[in-house]
């Protein structure tokens, strides 16, 4: 896999091929005192899009000695609407302004009529929504003046008027508009135990030469109406069956920059680490191997 695809421009900082982890603002004084052995990290853009104040100037202290990722949240690729061109603004300052190595955002919506919601809403998967989504992906594109990367979604309901697969619908998203694949394991795992699919599937569907990042992260289970559900929350440590999966991808299909997601119930920077530290021990591994075949 590629440590960072680019087709719009070249990448000044690029993200290596190591494990990386998401920036709290409760970790920015451990992470400038420790300076912890991590490849890089990754930040929602969203939380710096003021003009000033303590977070941009942590950020700018930690991405001197750090690669950098933005993930964004608030684009909203798959809006009826049109993109909101104030936050593309902001998004392009940003961009200019810390030169990450990937940019990305969620194949989903999260924005109406004269409302917005922090939840990321999946798609109707319809060639009508895929022309949406690729013509929005292509307006981001040639803002930010470089290629994206798209995340495949967690879900906890299917539409009836859905025509593609999950997958299939993933996948043809960025072929069609030159973006790349983020790939969030995790949420593969939550949707596909949710719906009962096919993880082998929908992995397989998924070429390794489009993946220009991994996402790894922790979801909990409710029960409801005698179900169990797997609820994406980034609230705890990657469960034992998506560090399987995580460990079975990259020996099949290589390495690639992989993050450690931990967005509620966030812990001491210490726990998060060790987080970091095994997705690092995985990545060697594999990148072992990966030398004993070509050897």
Known sequence: MQEAISTH?????????????????????????????????????????GKGGPPLRYLERIRRDYPLSLHSVGTSLGSYLPLDQNHLKK????????????????????????WYTHDLIPLIYTEET????????????????????IENPSS?????????????????????????????????????????WSIDEYL?????????EIHLAG?????????????????????PE???????????????PTLIEWDSNIPQFAELYREVRFAEVYLQRARECIRDVIS
């Open 242 to 256: 998506v560090w399987k999966l995580y460990r079975h991808y990259i020996d099949a299909k290589g390495t690639a």
């Open 156 to 196: 906890y309901l299917q539409f009836k008027k859905s025509e593609i697969a999950e997958q299939v619908f993933y996948v043809e998203a960025a072929k069609r508009s030159g973006a790349g694949l983020l790939l969030d394991i995790n949420n593969v795992f939550v949707s596909c135990s949710n719906h009962g």
């Open 91 to 114: 998004l392009k300052q940003l961009v200019d302004r810390f030169e990450p190595g990937l940019v990305s955002e969620h194949l989903s919506w999260s924005h109406g009529y004269e």
């Open 9 to 49: 421009g070249s990448v000044s900082a690029p993200v290596p091929s190591r494990a990386g982890a998401g920036l709290k603002s409760q970790h920015y004084q451990s992470i400038i005192d420790q300076q912890p052995d991590v490849g890089w990290f990754e930040v929602h853009p969203e939380n710096y899009m």
């Open 219 to 239: 979801h909990s289970i409710q029960e409801l109406e005698g179900q169990s559900l797997r609820i994406d929350d980034h609230g705890s440590t990657v469960c």
């Open 130 to 149: 895929l022309q949406l989504v690729v013509d929005h992906i292509d307006q981001v594109q040639e803002t930010l003046q470089r290629q994206i990367l």
């Open 204 to 212: 397989g569907a998924v070429p390794a030469g489009l993946v220009g």
